[in-house]
C-alpha cells in the first residue's frame, strides 16, 4: 500500500479503532476474497462504493479488504452491486414488478 496521503484515508488509532470494528461486523477476513486476517495490521480500508463516488468513511461504506483485492478492486464498483443494479434497472425497463 502506498505511503502516501489519499483523500478518504483512514490511518492512526481511528483507523486500527475501525478495523476492529468492521472485524466484529464481517469476520477477520478479506470482505472480496474471505482469507482470513491472522494479523489484522495486515488488513486495509477499502471503500466500497468508492471514495470518488460518495466522498465518506463511514463504516457502512468500509470494509476490510487484503492488500491485493483493495488495489485490485482500486476506484472501481465492485462487481456484485454492478450486477443487482443492472437486474433493477433492466426490471424497470420492462414494467416488471420487484
Known amino acids: 500500500m502506498s505511503s502516501r496521503h489519499r483523500a478518504g484515508c483512514v490511518k ?3 483507523g486500527r479503532a475501525l478495523r476492529y470494528r468492521l472485524a466484529r461486523r464481517d469476520g477477520r ?3 472480496y476474497c474471505r482469507t482470513p ?6 488488513a486495509t480500508l477499502d471503500h466500497y462504493l468508492p471514495y470518488s463516488w460518495w466522498a465518506t468513511n463511514r463504516p457502512f461504506n468500509l470494509v ?4 491485493p483485492c483493495n ?3 482500486g476506484d472501481t464498483f465492485p462487481l ?3 450486477l443487482v443494479l443492472r437486474t433493477a434497472v433492466h426490471r ?3 414494467g416488471v414488478a420487484a
Request: charged share 30%; glycine share 8%.
Open 12 to 14: 492512526g488509532e481511528r
Open 29 to 31: 477476513q478479506c470482505f
Open 37 to 42: 486476517f491472522a494479523d489484522m495490521t495486515r
Open 64 to 67: 476490510l479488504a487484503c492488500e
Open 71 to 73: 488495489t485490485r478492486k
Open 80 to 82: 456484485g452491486l454492478l
Open 92 to 94: 424497470d425497463a420492462l
